[in-house]
């Protein structure tokens, strides 16, 4: 059974940045898709950004796109959010997620694995 870990969330201001981590093992890291989603009270569940382990191809939402990068980080089997111009509308428990697929989109229906979460709070 695979397990994601993240971490890095925390409490900022507007404009600010934040680094979430997710570490993924007893997992096929080589094959797979990772992906960043947040929910928020009253709002939609949203996929935020993915990361194809095998092509390292990324896709983000429109929402967070120009402002947040997805990364990974092969030798630690980690994914890293950079989340720079942080808005009070960012803030969410933010959840890691993966499937054994590599072509895999900001779906959640798709992911099998989830990590706990992490909360980001934006506010000044």
């Not at 947040?38 to 939609?44: N, S, W």
């Given at each position: 059974q695979a397990q994601l870990v993240e971490s890095g969330g925390g409490l900022v201001q507007p404009g600010g940045s934040l680094r979430l981590s997710c570490t993924v093992s007893k997992f096929s890291w080589d094959v797979a898709t990772i992906g960043w989603f947040?929910?928020?009270?009253?709002?939609?569940f949203a996929g935020v950004a993915c990361i194809s382990t095998k092509y390292g191809v990324t896709t983000y939402a429109d929402t967070v796109t120009g402002r947040f990068t997805i990364s990974r980080d092969d030798a630690t089997n980690t994914v890293y959010l950079?989340?720079?111009n942080l808005k009070p509308e960012?803030?969410?428990l933010y959840y890691c997620a993966?499937?054994?697929n590599p072509t895999a989109r900001l779906w959640r229906y798709?992911?099998?694995y989830w990590g706990q979460g992490t909360q980001v709070t934006v506010s000044s």
């Open positions: 947040r929910q928020a009270p009253g709002k939609v950079q989340m720079n960012d803030s969410a993966a499937v054994k798709q992911y099998d």
